[in-house]
């Protein structure tokens, strides 16, 4: 697969743009999603897993946008007023590292209450629990996959 073009983004958007560079590593990251919560759960209607794990990406996904929007970006402020300057700031690898734990946290908090919500369609008990162990999972494999995907390119 060949470059497009060369990518500048606030250090806070990374674990977002990652999965968009790398489709296949969120796609896989949802897969886990949905296995972690087939095992947990019980429930054999895949339909209802998908539409329970689909909504709770979408929503923790928009929120955590909204969150990384506010939060420093990682330019460097000399790069607006020199061209040939590097437009990543020092703390830019910093804040892309801590933006991946941010991700993490914002999606469990998020996405328990919409479990709760589903819960008239599949019944997902403890599921704050739930919510945390399936991120974690779905976390390592977006992870492995950008890594697998980095030191074959």
Avoid at 11 to 35: D, K, S
Avoid at 39 to 49: K, V, Y
Avoid at 69 to 79: D, E, K, N, R, W
Wanted: with cysteine; hydrophobic share 60%.
């Amino acid at each position: 697969m060949l470059p497009v073009a060369n990518v500048i983004f606030p250090a806070f958007f990374a674990p977002f743009v990652a999965q968009i560079l790398v489709p296949v590593a969120g796609l896989m990251a949802l897969a886990t999603e949905v296995i972690f919560y087939r095992w947990w759960t019980g429930e054999t209607r895949i339909s209802r897993l998908l539409a329970m794990v689909l909504t709770a990406n979408v929503v923790s996904s928009t929120v955590g946008m909204f969150i990384a929007s506010q939060l420093p970006t990682g330019y460097a402020p000399a790069h607006s007023t020199s061209p040939h300057s590097s437009w990543r700031a020092a703390e830019w690898s910093d804040y892309a590292a801590l933006a991946w734990v941010l991700a993490f946290v914002i999606s469990v908090v998020v996405e328990w209450p919409i479990l709760v919500v589903f819960s008239k369609l599949v019944v997902v008990r403890r599921s704050i629990i739930a919510s945390f162990f399936a991120n974690a999972c779905s976390y390592v494999m977006l992870l492995v996959v950008l890594f697998l995907y980095a030191v074959s390119h």
